[in-house]
């Protein structure tokens, strides 16, 4: 993209002075505008302008050159230092469609001294990784992450850009499809080639998970996506993989922020991260009280899993809020989810609907819950979870001795 | 922006304390996506002219993108913060807390802005009778149609959605589970060999 401003045509009214955020441009001696090097092109001066004097160079449907688009790109999430599962679970599907299509992997990682984090998406079935070590990326920030993002995608063009569902993904992606000006699908839970047009077919389910919708992005480049973590599996990693890292150096200053990191709060207690947990273990209405909440907790322990809970447990304040499962609170796909005392309203099964297996423990027999679940005991959680627990020591101790 | 019928939406947000609402309704703004829609909610904003602060839910509860605060946002070139969980102004300034999964984050920016809330934030308040009288007698609910703002006919509706649904179904349902009926011993144990069986334990 690119701002081009008309000598003849603008009047030197300032308009474009007064709304531009970054003060990327100014009148000179002629009172004429002119573009500084703060200017973003964030095309703002564009709208503002009232003689049309200022244009930008926006790709729209038709002009683009679809066929000039190649490759798979995934966001590589990292959070202190640490790939996240999804960035790995990415790396694995846009392996499987990349083969389909007969194109390369590329990763995008962002951060500072992170380097060892592209051998690892490598080893995961990445071709290349380009890394962008920048002490100003240590940190997620929007704006920051946009900039070096966009201009990295403008100008190596991929066809298919995936990201992770997370909250960052779903900060970053917007603000990055709406920049490049293309098409955006969130929460993906499958992602296929349609194999004649050679177009990302992407699905999410819309209303709570009631119905599912196969979403397409025909004429604008590259297809994005967020895909909801969980939902595919994390690749085997291949030690002997070889890959290439392109180091980038992004075209970033402190003149791009818009939003300021004040700081990290310190918390009593640290938030529990459920998307990335394989078992959890939750507890509803039927628990009937926070003191009843180290039994599951116990249960989790021996999974090695972590606590949720449904809306009804966390208003009661039973639990805190980033337990809570579901439509307002998270959503997750672990390999095991057992519910204890929930009825499985539609807000919670649409948080947790996406597991690999769910077991239900509930004592009415008509719980909504028992339709979604593998496996469900008709049940007094109060008298099941104790005994599922002494099996599973029993169990466990006995191996040990093995 | 939606059909007519979002009127009571309005008016419901008149009764607990807006002083103006507008509805963008045309047949030309249906099917957009949420690009098309940040462009044309944008183009809405910009017309209405000075403002401060734009606040978005953090997604909407049909379509659960939560991606049109953010493409708003970015159209607008004013800084956004997400997922906001608390937000206080200070010397002109918005200080947000953020909740992400497993921190918070404390953000500042100047104003104009736009934030996506959380629904800890705050607790709607109720409508007052003056404020659901005010909403059904006094103040009007002004219609805005696609002719009333300055945009550009490609970028709206269907036609300015980059993204289209190609098919829409419902999900397969799940093979029907195993109801374990037994008493709690032998109900924890059934439960045990068939979790080992499918390799989860």
Redesign the interface.
């Known amino acids: 993209m690119a701002i081009y401003i008309n000598r003849d045509l603008c009047s030197g009214c300032g308009l474009c002075v007064e709304i531009c955020?970054f003060n990327g441009v100014k009148l000179d001696e002629e009172d004429v505008a002119i573009l500084l090097d703060a200017c973003t092109e964030?095309?703002?001066c564009v709208?503002e302008c009232p003689v049309e004097a200022i244009s930008i160079e926006v790709i729209?449907?038709g002009v683009i050159d679809i066929s000039k688009y190649s490759g798979i790109w995934t966001f590589a999430e990292q959070?202190d230092g640490k790939l996240t599962r999804v960035a790995k679970q990415l790396v694995g599907k846009a392996r499987q469609l990349a083969d389909i299509l007969g194109v390369r992997v590329e990763s995008v990682l962002l951060g500072h001294n992170i380097a060892e984090l592209a051998q690892e998406l490598i080893q995961c079935g990445a071709d290349n990784v380009y890394l962008v070590d920048n002490p100003m990326l240590e940190n997620y920030q929007?704006?920051l992450y946009?900039k070096a993002i966009c201009d990295l995608t403008m100008e190596k063009k991929p066809e298919i850009f995936i990201f992770g569902a997370?909250?960052?993904g779903?900060?970053l992606?917007?603000?990055l499809?709406?920049?490049i000006?293309?098409?955006?699908?969130?929460?993906c839970t499958e992602l296929t080639i349609d194999e004649t047009e050679r177009h990302l077919?992407q699905t999410r389910?819309?209303?709570?998970?009631?119905?599912?919708?196969?979403?397409?992005?025909?004429?604008?480049r590259p297809q994005m996506a967020t895909v909801r973590p969980g939902v595919f599996r994390e690749p085997e990693k291949d030690l002997s993989r070889k890959g290439n890292v392109i180091n980038i150096k992004p075209d970033i200053s402190k003149s791009y922020i818009?939003?300021?990191?004040?700081?990290?709060?310190k918390?009593e207690k640290?938030?529990?991260?459920?998307?990335?947990a394989e078992v959890i273990v939750s507890g509803g209405r039927g628990l009937k009280g926070p003191e009843n909440f180290p039994l599951i907790q116990e249960l989790a322990d021996l999974?090695g899993g972590e606590i949720g809970a449904s809306r009804a447990a966390v208003d009661a304040g039973w639990i805190s809020?980033d337990h809570q499962v579901g439509?307002?609170g998270?959503t997750v796909s672990p390999?095991?989810y057992i519910a204890c005392g929930i009825s499985g309203a539609i807000q919670h099964r649409a948080g947790m609907q996406a597991s690999?297996?769910?077991?239900a423990i509930n004592k009415d027999?008509d719980a909504p819950i028992?339709?979604?679940?593998?496996?469900?005991?008709?049940?007094?959680l109060f008298?099941?979870i104790?005994?599922?627990i002494?099996?599973?020591k029993a169990?466990k101790e006995k191996e040990m001795v093995v | 922006m939606g059909p007519p019928q979002a009127d009571e939406a309005l008016r419901e947000a008149i009764a607990i304390g807006a002083d103006r609402a507008i509805l963008l309704t045309d047949r030309a703004f249906a099917g957009a996506?949420?690009?098309a829609t940040?462009y044309s909610l944008g183009s809405a904003i910009?017309k209405i002219g000075k403002y401060d602060l734009v606040l978005c839910g953090r997604q909407a509860?049909?379509?659960?993108?939560?991606?049109?605060?953010?493409?708003l946002?970015?159209?607008?070139?004013?800084?956004?913060?997400?997922?906001v969980l608390e937000v206080n102004i200070e010397d002109n300034k918005i200080?947000a807390?953020?909740?992400?999964?497993?921190?918070?984050?404390?953000?500042?920016?100047?104003l104009p802005?736009l934030l996506t809330i959380t629904?800890?934030a705050n607790k709607p308040r109720y409508p007052s009778a003056y404020g659901i009288m005010s909403a059904y007698k006094e103040k009007e609910v002004e219609i805005w149609e696609m002719k009333d703002l300055d945009v550009d006919e490609?970028r709206i509706g269907m036609d300015g959605?980059?993204?289209?649904?190609?098919?829409?179904?419902?999900?397969e349902p799940?093979g029907k589970?195993?109801?374990?009926?037994d008493?709690?011993?032998k109900?924890?144990?059934i439960?045990?060999n068939?979790?080992r069986a499918?390799n989860?334990?």
């Open positions: 955020p964030c095309g703002a709208d729209k449907e959070r929007t704006d946009t997370t909250h960052m779903r900060d992606a917007p603000r499809a709406q920049r000006q293309t098409g955006l699908t969130a929460d077919l389910p819309a209303f709570g998970g009631n119905i599912m919708a196969t979403i397409t992005c025909k004429n604008h818009l939003s300021r990191l004040v700081k990290f709060l918390l640290k938030l529990v991260k459920l998307e990335e999974l809020k439509q307002t998270k390999k095991l690999e297996t769910i077991v027999p028992f339709k979604i679940a593998d496996f469900g005991i008709v049940g007094d008298k099941v104790p005994e599922l002494s099996v599973l169990k | 996506d949420t690009m940040a910009k509860i049909d379509g659960d993108t939560a991606q049109v605060g953010p493409q946002a970015e159209f607008l070139s004013i800084p956004q913060i997400t997922y200080i807390i953020q909740e992400l999964e497993d921190k918070r984050v404390k953000w500042e920016a100047n802005a629904a800890e490609k959605s980059p993204t289209s649904v190609k098919r829409i179904f419902s999900p799940k589970g195993e109801i374990i009926k008493e709690p011993k109900a924890a144990e439960l045990f068939r979790l499918k989860i334990l």
